[in-house]
């Protein structure tokens, strides 16, 4: 891994040469936990041993990572076709393809992505965030979560995200990582309250619903990784979008939330020309129950507007 200097890239990006970030290496963190558990390149030995620890508590991981990606880009999918062209993705993550603004960009090129994450690692890799098409706007803010005027009152936000026009704000597996006791309802209203009428919540949160037991220790890992988090029930996620309109489906378990239909089963279409292309990978949620993958994901994911 090289210690990137990113600087802006797309010619309508907005240009920042962003601070050389300090990423310590002695202290697994959760953004490069994750990228392991995605498989991702992206993270050192200390991240390997830590995320390793956690696939022995809970060895289904990383089906919800996988599910919670894939519903990122349902979501964000949703919400171009009804018309929001603008994104705030909190707790971004190391980029992974499709990123957001991609996905938000390939629909409509003139869509804004404002991203924010408080990991070195994330700030060292933004150059792939920075890339926008020339009629749309991305920028990444460093900035808390935990102290939401970090993002709410930083320039980058400013320049890029018009607040007269509805945002949806992402919260995509980062809400686990705040505990109540330092205020995270009060840190979701602090941002929806900042946001225009019209505005939309998109939030996936892991649950302990399924497997209590497993869950209690990957917290216990996480915790005696320096990582700490609060592992939620539904209601407890629920609450999150108090005072909002919950779209439907509503909260469902991550994979539940309007599933792309199935792919066509590649064996049962007529010979023709197509016959020597490779065949496509294999799906890793194939031949489970609904109700297996429920247990497997242990997330919750949902979107909502602000009325
Ligand atoms: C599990 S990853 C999720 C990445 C991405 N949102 C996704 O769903 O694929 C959690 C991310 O949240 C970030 N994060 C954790 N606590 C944060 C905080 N207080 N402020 C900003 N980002 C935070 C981590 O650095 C990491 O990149």
Redesign the pocket.
């Known amino acids: 891994m090289t210690d990137h200097e990113p600087e802006a890239a797309g010619p309508a990006g907005v240009r920042r040469r962003p601070p050389k970030p300090q990423v310590d290496t002695s202290k697994p963190?959760?953004?490069r936990m994750?990228d392991y558990y995605l498989g991702g390149k992206d993270n050192y030995p200390v991240d390997r041993a830590a995320a390793e620890q956690v696939l022995t508590a809970f060895p289904n991981l990383r089906y919800g990572?996988l599910a919670?990606?894939r519903f990122?880009t349902r979501a964000v999918r949703d919400l171009v076709g009804a018309g929001i062209d603008q994104f705030l993705?909190?707790?971004?993550?190391?980029p992974?393809s499709p990123n957001t603004h991609q996905v938000a960009q390939g629909l409509n090129p003139a869509a804004r992505v404002a991203y924010?994450?408080?990991?070195p690692i994330?700030l060292a890799h933004a150059q792939a965030l920075l890339v926008s098409t020339p009629q749309g706007r991305t920028t990444y803010i460093e900035?808390?979560?935990?102290k939401p005027g970090t993002i709410l009152e930083s320039a980058e936000l400013a320049e890029v995200i018009d607040f007269d026009r509805p945002v949806a704000v992402?919260l995509?597996?980062?809400l686990h990582?705040?505990e109540d006791g330092e205020g995270a309802y009060e840190i979701v209203r602090t941002l929806m309250d900042a946001m225009p009428s019209g505005s939309h919540l998109v939030l996936?949160h892991a649950t302990n619903e399924f497997a209590p037991e497993e869950w209690a220790r990957v917290h216990a890992t996480y915790k005696a990784s320096g990582i700490s988090g609060q592992i939620r029930n539904r209601p407890e996620i629920l609450r999150f979008f108090d005072g909002l309109e919950m779209l439907e489906p509503g909260l469902q378990v991550i994979h539940r939330w309007r599933p792309d239909p199935a792919p066509a089963d590649p064996a049962g279409k007529e010979d023709g020309p197509d016959d020597e292309a490779p065949a496509p990978p294999a799906d890793p949620f194939a031949g489970y129950s609904a109700d297996q993958l429920d247990a497997m994901i242990s997330g919750y994911a949902g979107v909502a507007r602000k009325p």
């Open positions: 963190q959760s953004a994750y990572a919670n990606r990122l993705d909190i707790g971004t993550g190391i992974t924010a994450d408080n990991d994330v900035g808390n979560l935990k992402m995509l597996a980062v990582f705040v996936s």
